[in-house]
């Protein structure tokens, strides 16, 4: 089936045959991306009921460790005079 085309030569985009196209293509790229998608990696966070980090858990207190030390280093001597020289 020949599809129809402009004067310019391009597909013409009103009929019939370049819409399934189209839908074809979409379908396909969703199906594509859908496979290439990598995994959700699933943890063990225990959440609390609005949706944060739980604290008192092993890994929510290994995250606050962490978070302090990067508070911590954020306002280190070094990083101050960096950021008084830039």
Known sequence: MAVKTTASGKMDKRTKEYKELKARLAKARAAKAKASKPKKQTTKLKKTAAGKV??????????????????????????????LFR
């Open 54 to 83: 739980d604290k008192r858990t092993r890994e929510g207190k290994e995250i606050c460790a962490r978070m302090a030390k990067a508070r911590k280093a954020k306002n280190s001597l070094a990083n101050r005079l960096k950021r």
